[in-house]
């Protein structure tokens, strides 16, 4: 998945529009408009923005993988993690757990 899907992607997840996440980033809503739109590329300081306001690693934004090991929906996986709260990632573990349980 390209950058402004992964992008776009993530806007629709947290219900923003473009010109609310720019709003927040301190972003001109043109700028975000080109990413989205796949016209443009943001730099790496804007890259780490996105990162740490979605919460996902910039490997994940730019679809980077340092092995072929690693199952295609790690990310997700992680992203939805780290989007629940503290008592939710208990039970999310717990039943990654039981499924491990039940698959031995």
Request: charged content about 25%.
């Amino acid at each position: 998945m390209k950058f402004n899907d992964k992008l776009r992607m993530l806007i629709e997840e947290k219900e923003l529009t473009q010109r609310e996440l720019a709003t927040q980033l301190k972003i001109p809503v043109s700028t975000l408009g080109g990413y989205v739109q796949g016209t443009s590329e943001p730099d790496f300081q804007t890259l780490v923005l996105f990162a740490d306001f979605f919460n996902v690693s910039t490997d994940f934004l730019l679809n980077h993988t340092l092995t072929s090991e690693k199952a295609d929906n790690e990310d997700d996986l992680l992203r939805v993690y780290r989007s629940l709260t503290p008592l939710q990632q208990e039970i999310y573990l717990e039943q990654g757990k039981a499924i491990m349980k039940f698959n031995k």
